[in-house]
């Protein structure tokens, strides 16, 4: 069965300081990977996504994330943090079928 | 073009009462879901489809029912409330082909109450 651990229950970060977000996966096959952003009260907005190739990713907002294999990670970076940063941060494993399995999400705190 | 969205936004129900929310997507996609998001769980996945007229369960069905009548709708039916099933519910859709495949895509939620 798949699974997706967010190690970080929350991060506190400081506005222009740069933002990780760790995620590791367990899944038999190459995996579909995603991350999603939750602003307080709404719904879930995708960042980014990796079905295959470059294993380096482009998102939205001025978010990367880089599958590594080896380690199964697809961790989630921001250079400079913007105070509408503040929000939770959800990763998600999936595979052909659509079917997703997220972590627990990790929620950044954006210190002014 | 609305995307996906859910009715209601917010309910309070009392200990087995009964209710229906109701999922709408006007992306003409093929797969829906219906999850329920606790705190430190992330979202889990209670009942999906695949299509029109197909329903199958996911992580958590058990106190859930759902159809799928129509291909833009997708209703999750709660028959006897529980407090456990206090939470908030998001609905999502994704594509089968296209540039958007194993994207979902989710609606803005439902808070609900079980008192």
């Known amino acids: 069965a798949q699974s997706v651990t967010q190690p970080d229950i929350h991060i506190t970060v400081s506005e222009g300081a740069s933002l990780e977000l760790r995620c590791n996966y367990s899944?038999?096959?190459?995996?579909?990977l995603f991350w999603y952003v939750q602003s307080p009260g709404q719904g879930l907005q995708l960042l980014l996504k990796?079905?295959?190739?470059?294993?380096l990713v482009q998102g939205i907002k001025g978010f990367e994330a880089e599958f590594k294999r080896s380690q199964s990670s697809f961790n989630l970076r921001k250079p400079s943090v913007h105070w509408s940063d503040a929000a939770e941060y959800f990763c998600a494993v999936g595979a052909a079928g659509n079917k997703l399995t997220f972590g627990g999400g990790t929620r950044v705190l954006v210190k002014p | 073009n609305a995307g996906v969205t859910q009715t209601p936004k917010f309910r309070v129900l009392k200990t087995g009462q009964s209710m229906t929310l109701l999922c709408a997507q006007d992306m003409n996609h093929e797969y829906m879901y219906w999850y329920r998001q606790d705190p430190g769980m992330g979202l889990r996945l209670i009942h999906y489809s695949v299509g029109e007229g197909t329903t199958a369960k996911g992580e958590v069905p058990d106190g859930y029912n759902v159809s799928r009548l129509k291909k833009q709708n997708f209703l999750l039916g709660l028959e006897s409330a529980a407090p456990s099933q206090t939470s908030v519910y998001f609905c999502?859709?994704?594509?089968?082909?296209?540039?958007?495949?194993?994207?979902?895509?989710f609606g803005p939620g439902t808070r609900l109450l079980v008192l």
């Open positions: 990796y079905f295959s190739g470059d294993t």
């Open positions: 899944y038999g096959a190459t995996p579909y």
């Open positions: 999502a859709s994704s594509a089968t082909s296209g540039p958007t495949q194993e994207t979902q895509y």
